[in-house]
């Protein structure tokens, strides 16, 4: 299984951005797949998520600026990412799990596959 984030850049505040997380070897729609992000420094923290069955979960501070999507038929999960802030700068990861639970999916350890991270970095 292999996960492969991209989409990042650099972006002036305001602005936005795409990413991407493309599977192989497994079908994403059967996973719980979750977007993170790290800043230098900080931990990892959850960004997005998709449940089973379609439902979507977001951070308190990121809902209203990010959506997370997918595409099926492309094995591909999505993050929208609008107005854009500094604060936002940060390498972002997607990652997978079949096995996890509803209360876990905002943490990290939970998630048994993971991309190789995507740098968004936001510029004032």
């Known amino acids: 299984v292999q996960l492969q984030a991209s989409g990042g850049g650099l972006v002036q505040a305001g602005g936005s951005l795409r990413l991407s997380c493309v599977a192989s070897?497994?079908?994403?729609?059967?996973?719980?797949v979750g977007w993170f992000r790290q800043a230098p420094g900080k931990e990892r923290e959850f960004v997005a998520a998709?449940?089973?069955?379609?439902?979507?979960y977001y951070a308190d501070s990121k809902k209203g600026r990010f959506t997370i999507s997918r595409d099926n038929a492309k094995n591909t999960v999505y993050l929208q990412m609008n107005s854009l802030k500094p604060k936002d700068t940060a390498v972002y990861y997607c990652?997978?799990?079949?096995?996890?639970?509803?209360?876990?999916?905002?943490?990290?350890?939970?998630?048994?596959?993971w991309g190789q991270g995507t740098q968004v970095t936001v510029s004032s």
């Open positions: 070897g497994r079908t994403f729609s059967r996973d719980v």
């Open positions: 990652a997978s799990d079949r096995s996890i639970i509803l209360s876990s999916i905002t943490s990290p350890q939970y998630y048994s596959y």
């Open positions: 998709f449940w089973r069955g379609g439902a979507t």
